[in-house]
Structures are given as C-alpha cells and as structure tokens.
C-alpha cells in the first residue's frame, strides 16, 4: 500500500514569512501533485510535477520534485492570508495513474 | 464555463436509508472518478468510470456501494442501506483524457457531506 505522510499536519505563520512544507513516501510516484483545498470545497490543483529533481514556481510557490521519484515540497515565500489553506499532495502511479494516493494534509494559516 | 456539478451538497440519512449522490463533469469531460474523504483521512479512491463503462471499481467497497455513468445524464453513486461510518465527503473529479496526465489534470467538485444519523 502507497502511503504519503505530509508534515507538518498544522502550520500558523505571521504575513510575510516563508515556510515550507512536505510530502514524503517510501514509495515511488510516475507523478505527484499539490492541490489547495478551502473549507467546503473540492481540491484545487496547483501544480503537477513529474519528473525527479524537477523544480516548478508558480508566483510566490516553489514545488519541488525528489530525485528518487518519492518526496515533494511546497515552499511559500512572503506568505500573505490568502494563502490559508488545506495543502494536499497527491502521487500517482504509472499504470493505473488516475488512483491517485493523497496525504492528509497541511493545515495552513496565515495571520494577518 | 460550469466546473464539476455534485448535488447535493449536504445530505442527511437514518441508517438503513439509501444515499444517491450525482456528479456532472465538466463539458467535453468523459472521464469520472470518486473519491471518499473521511474525518481525519485523506481523499481515497472509489471508483472510474466512462460513459456507461466501470473501469476500474477497486477501491469500492465490496457491498452496498455501487456506481454508474450512463449514456445520458450525470454520474452517481449510490449506497444502499447506509451505516454511521459512511458519513464522510465524497467528491467527483473529471478529465479530459484517461488517468492523470499534466495535460489532462482532475478537477474536482465540491463534494457531497453525507451524514448518517
């Protein structure tokens, strides 16, 4: 059984700090995913990575891809409360690449 | 430009009741996937499916669960006789393409809360 452990579960910053956040798996993934999710919604994809050691930025949010294929962080830089959020990361697997394997979570809030 | 449609979006059922749960997909989307979220778990996968086809159903669970895709009209996922520990969120996502690709992402839906009373 894939498993994905996301740390830290809970993260509360000031505006304006950077963080970052984790996905790690002794497993290994054709892909891994980050999606956002606020309170009552579905996940939201953010970025989708797939290659090891790949390295995408998307405005303030820095994803990166382990080079073993097993391990992915979020860096935020200057985080501000509208980034407050659910962070979700999700692996998928050649083969059978639509069951994806989420982690539980980070927990983030940003305090004005 | 409609994501994906689930309704309801909360829904309350005795035990023993059924649940039906329906899910649109995006336009031009023939690809659809369920996925349960429960308390303090991440989302898991459930079922994929085509227009009238079951693709891959492995992560069901073995009784009382069931879904469709018709030809016509939206997805749904039904669960007979539902017990307390069904309560959870079950969202619909759909693709474009078959599987996850970078070209083809999911998009998901806002889920249906099922709770079981």
């Known amino acids: 059984t894939q498993l994905l452990e996301q740390s830290p579960q809970f993260l509360s910053i000031q505006e304006g700090e950077n963080l970052t956040v984790y996905c790690n798996s002794s497993?290994?993934?054709?892909?891994l995913q980050w999606y956002r999710q606020e309170p009552g919604e579905g996940p939201v994809l953010l970025v989708t990575?797939?290659?090891?050691?790949e390295v995408k930025k998307l405005k303030r949010l820095t994803f990166q891809f382990g080079d073993a294929r097993k391990d992915s962080s979020l860096h935020i830089t200057a985080a501000q409360p509208g980034d407050t959020g659910l962070y979700l990361c999700?692996?998928?697997?050649?083969?059978?690449?639509?069951?994806?394997?989420f982690g539980k979570g980070t927990l983030l809030t940003v305090n004005p | 430009n409609a994501g994906v449609m689930q309704n309801p979006r909360h829904l309350v059922r005795r035990r023993g009741q059924e649940a039906r749960l329906r899910c649109s997909p995006m336009?031009?989307?023939?690809?659809v996937y369920w996925y349960r979220q429960l308390p303090e778990e991440g989302l898991k996968f459930m079922v994929y499916?085509?227009?009238?086809?079951?693709?891959?159903e492995s992560g069901m669970p073995k009784e009382r669960f069931s879904a469709e895709f018709p030809k016509e009209g939206p997805s749904i996922l039904r669960i007979q006789q539902v017990v307390r520990g069904d309560s959870a969120a079950y969202f619909c996502?759909?693709?474009?393409?078959?599987?996850?690709?970078?070209?083809?992402?999911?998009?998901f839906g806002n889920g249906t809360r099922l709770t079981v009373t």
């Open positions: 996502a759909s693709s474009q393409n078959a599987g996850v690709e970078e070209n083809s992402p999911l998009h």
């Open positions: 497993s290994v993934f054709s892909s």
């Open positions: 990575v797939v290659t090891g050691g």
């Open positions: 999700a692996g998928g697997s050649g083969g059978s690449n639509y069951k994806l394997t």
């Open positions: 336009k031009g989307h023939s690809h």
């Open positions: 499916l085509q227009k009238e086809n079951i693709i891959d």
